[in-house]
């Protein structure tokens, strides 16, 4: 959701409007892209100015500290979201999250002692105990584990598009997927990863990945630095 407001009402807004994507725009036309500062009134710290800025009044040029302003709900005006396409999950990224997840016919204990089956599909929590939910993935075919893999990774790639919000490459996108494949949706969007990329600093997210090579046991696996290092390197391939 985008807003737009006419920035210099310096009076209180009401009702709050709790989002980040704001546009500030003055009577000359000029931009300031800003973020949510509170939630008790609707005020806004600017986080980007670029200055000086022509046609724009003293106080919004170029900033040392964050200005704040109060915005009155009569200047607001609320924009649909725009809907953004999903990115088709793609042969390529198939292969590579199957690479690290590898083919089991039948029902193991991952390293979290969860019962898992295919390429690293969790079947339930916990170990394996022959409960009903494992019988449909025991002497599962390669051929249709690779099909619920697919059907699997879809789910996670949309994770990854709803989450990211700047331009990233096809093979940045293949790597963050499978970042968030073997993490989870909830570890991706609480990741230092996504924090990064989305403040703009792309050439720290491999450093941020390797982060992340520590099973819920607390234990440094060697297969999950290996990944890690293979989806830095990834994100780095034009």
């Not at 109060?70 to 292969?95: C, N």
């Not at 570890?187 to 924090?195: A, E, M, Q």
């Not at 992340?212 to 290996?226: C, F, S, W």
Request: proline share 7%.
């Amino acid at each position: 959701m985008l807003i737009t407001v006419l920035a210099g009402t310096n009076v209180r807004a009401l009702p709050k409007i709790e989002v980040g994507n704001v546009r500030f725009v003055s009577g000359k036309n000029f931009e300031i892209e800003a973020e949510a500062d509170s939630t008790l009134w609707m005020t806004f710290t600017i986080w980007k100015v670029d200055g000086p800025i022509p046609g724009a009044p003293p106080y919004y040029q170029r900033q040392a500290t964050p200005a704040k302003c109060y915005v009155h709900r009569s200047r607001v005006v609320i924009e649909p979201p725009v809907a953004q396409p999903y990115r088709p999950v793609d042969a390529a990224l198939v292969e590579l999250i199957a690479k690290w997840e590898s083919y089991r016919g039948n029902p193991y204990n991952d390293p979290a002692g969860n019962c898992t089956g295919g390429f690293g599909n969790l079947i339930h929590l916990g170990k394996c105990d022959d409960c009903e939910a494992e019988q449909e993935w025991k002497d599962i075919p390669l051929a249709e584990a690779k099909k619920r893999l697919v059907d699997k990774i879809d789910e996670y790639a949309h994770a990854v598009d709803k989450a990211v919000k700047v331009p990233i490459t096809d093979n940045q996108w293949r790597a963050l997927v499978s970042f968030c494949y073997n993490v989870g949706i909830g570890g991706l969007n609480n990741s230092i990863v996504l924090r990064e990329l989305n403040a703009g600093h792309y050439d720290e997210v491999p450093g941020a990945l390797m982060r992340y090579v520590y099973g819920t046991d607390g234990i440094q696996y060697p297969g999950l630095v290996n990944r890690r290092r293979d989806e830095g390197a990834l994100w780095r391939t034009p």
